[in-house]
């Protein structure tokens, strides 16, 4: 079972950007409702696939990163393949429309 780790402005490069695997990343805050609604979804579909990683950013703590993704409104999800952002999804939702969401970027 896999768990969804913190990546910080300092880590952001190795754990994303370097990254050899997809990766979604969480971009959410300890205030914000939605935001805690989508986390228990990430964590089945972090269970559940072994074909992309979840990470979170905390955008309070870790500005610098959210503003160079033009991070306007949480939670907002990002999913990076190659280095690149491969699709964005902006809200909180449920997981089988979630995954339809995810589904042509992490099929490339």
Same mark, same amino acid.
């Given at each position: *079972?896999?768990?969804?780790?913190?990546?910080?402005?300092?880590?952001?490069?190795?754990? $994303?950007i370097?990254?050899?695997?997809?990766?979604? $990343?969480?971009?959410?805050?300890?205030?914000?409702g939605p935001? =805690?609604? $989508?986390?228990? $979804?990430?964590?089945?579909?972090? &269970?559940d =696939?072994?074909?992309? /990683?979840?990470?979170? %950013?905390?955008?309070?703590?870790?500005?610098?990163?959210?503003?160079?993704?033009n991070? %306007?409104?949480?939670?907002?999800?990002?999913?990076? /393949?190659?280095?690149?952002? &491969?699709?964005?999804?902006?809200?909180? *939702?449920? /997981?089988? /429309?979630?995954?339809?969401?995810?589904e042509?970027?992490? &099929?490339?």
């Amino acid at each position: *079972m896999a768990s969804i780790a913190e990546v910080t402005d300092n880590n952001f490069q190795a754990e $994303v950007i370097e990254s050899d695997t997809p990766v979604l $990343v969480d971009f959410w805050a300890p205030w914000c409702g939605p935001c =805690r609604q $989508v986390a228990p $979804v990430l964590e089945e579909i972090a &269970a559940d =696939r072994d074909d992309v /990683r979840i990470v979170k %950013l905390n955008v309070d703590d870790n500005q610098q990163t959210a503003a160079a993704y033009n991070v %306007l409104s949480i939670p907002t999800l990002l999913l990076f /393949r190659n280095g690149q952002v &491969a699709t964005t999804v902006v809200g909180a *939702m449920p /997981r089988k /429309r979630l995954e339809e969401q995810l589904e042509p970027a992490l &099929a490339r």
